[in-house]
């Protein structure tokens, strides 16, 4: 099989320690998981440094919040791909970018964050069967927004060029994929959610037709801090957004799709959480996992 973690909204805060409890706890238990279950890489959903980014290159953040965090043995070697969210976007995502050249840790060439936007083709062991993760940029497809009001939204791309030659990439790697098992899209931003941002307008609008279209698999995301599992049209609907911070409302139960709603959870009292996927050639299983090693929830999603 071909396994990953999937991690987001994990970044820190901006003040000594520069780390939360939840971000240490959800670090180690990430570490155990790779050990016990396996992970050929890790999947950060955006929000890696808060509140406002990294400043350069040579940000002590990288170490602070990062580097020296994730030092579980079984994450040594393990490599990230790695996007931008919006609190990435508050500062220099080109900087994270940059960074991927020189970590000492883990941005080895066969690592990356080349690009705000990029597409992974992922071989399946054991079989001749392929998938696809198509890595999005989901600030600069919809906008910025700060995040802090109850349900605040992007308030549309700062560049509407570079939005529009974004999502007719996406359409162009979408019809790519035609011959892959599996088609998995990432970015930050939610599509659907109950949690306190809710769904995307800008994503509903312009990325749902295309999942739906072209049978994806599944969508990754953070954005709201809980981990909710949703499915829609054919599509599974993965929010990974626990690895700092814990929500528990669901203010936005009635803005997704009636019975769209498979599995939510936010306690205040827990240390965190964080998905584990397993590719195999006849489905693809999602484990959510609590930073304690329990299990939540699992689903299995069938190929396309």
């Given at each position: 099989a071909l396994t990953f973690l999937a991690l987001g909204d994990w970044g820190g805060l901006p003040d000594p320690p520069f780390v939360t409890p939840r971000q240490v706890a959800t670090a180690a238990a990430m570490g155990q998981v790779a050990t016990?279950?396996?992970?050929?890489?890790?999947?950060?959903?955006?929000?890696?440094?808060?509140?406002?980014?990294?400043?350069?290159?040579?940000?002590?953040?990288?170490?602070?919040?990062f580097e020296r965090v994730f030092v579980s043995p079984g994450l040594r070697g393990v490599p990230w791909y790695v996007?931008?969210?919006?609190?990435?976007?508050?500062?220099?995502?080109?900087?994270?970018?940059?960074?991927?050249?020189h970590s000492p840790r883990c941005y080895c060439p066969q690592v990356h964050f080349p690009h705000p936007y990029y597409s992974l083709r992922l071989h399946i062991p054991g079989s001749n069967a392929s998938a696809r993760l198509l890595v999005l940029d989901t600030v600069l497809l919809c906008g910025h927004t700060d995040d802090f009001g109850l349900g605040d939204v992007p308030a549309g791309p700062r560049d509407a060029a570079a939005a529009g030659a974004h999502l007719a990439w996406l359409r162009s790697q979408l019809e790519a994929a035609a011959g892959d098992r599996f088609v998995l899209v990432a970015g930050h931003y939610p599509v659907w959610s109950v949690?306190?941002?809710?769904?995307?307008?800008?994503?509903?609008?312009?990325?749902?037709?295309?999942?739906?279209?072209?049978?994806?698999?599944?969508?990754?995301?953070?954005?709201?801090?809980?981990?909710?599992?949703?499915?829609?049209?054919?599509?599974?609907?993965?929010?990974?957004?626990?690895?700092?911070?814990?929500?528990?409302?669901?203010?936005?139960?009635?803005?997704?799709?009636?019975?769209?709603?498979?599995?939510?959870?936010?306690?205040?009292?827990?240390?965190?959480?964080?998905?584990?996927l397993r590719l195999e050639p006849s489905a693809v299983t999602v484990t959510f996992l609590e930073a304690t090693g329990r299990?939540?929830?699992r689903v299995t999603l069938p190929p396309r």
């Open positions: 016990e279950l396996g992970s050929d890489f890790v999947l950060a959903l955006g929000d890696n440094f808060y509140y406002e980014g990294v400043r350069d290159e040579w940000d002590p953040r990288f170490q602070e919040t996007m931008a969210g919006n609190h990435d976007h508050a500062g220099n995502v080109t900087a994270q970018l940059r960074y991927s050249h949690a306190k941002h809710g769904p995307t307008p800008c994503l509903v609008r312009l990325l749902r037709p295309l999942l739906r279209r072209h049978r994806v698999t599944a969508y990754l995301c953070g954005h709201d801090h809980n981990l909710q599992y949703l499915e829609e049209g054919g599509v599974g609907y993965i929010l990974s957004g626990a690895g700092n911070f814990m929500e528990d409302s669901r203010p936005h139960e009635g803005s997704v799709p009636p019975g769209s709603l498979r599995f939510f959870f936010g306690s205040a009292t827990s240390p965190g959480g964080f998905a584990h299990v939540l929830h």
